[in-house]
């Protein structure tokens, strides 16, 4: 498993539906498990990948917590 962390300027909601292009059907096509204002978490192939946005000071805090797909967490991140 593992945790990264990344600030955007980008609003959470933004944040959260770029996240379920990238990961879900019309991207890598993991299936979108829970998706929530703030969150989504998407599953397949033995692992999961689950992202929280929240607004703070100005700026939005993302939180992704993956299990087999660290290299797409992390290309993920450096795209927003």
Do not use: W
């Amino acid at each position: 498993m593992l945790s990264l962390r990344k600030e955007t300027k980008k609003e959470p909601q933004k944040v959260i539906d770029l996240a379920r292009e990238y990961f879900g059907k019309e991207g890598l096509g993991l299936e979108v498990k829970n998706l929530g204002k703030n969150c989504i978490l998407s599953e397949g192939g033995g692992g999961y990948v689950q992202i929280t946005a929240c607004r703070d000071n100005g700026t939005t805090q993302v939180d992704v917590e993956t299990r087999e797909y660290d290299f797409h967490a992390k290309k993920f991140l450096d795209k927003i």
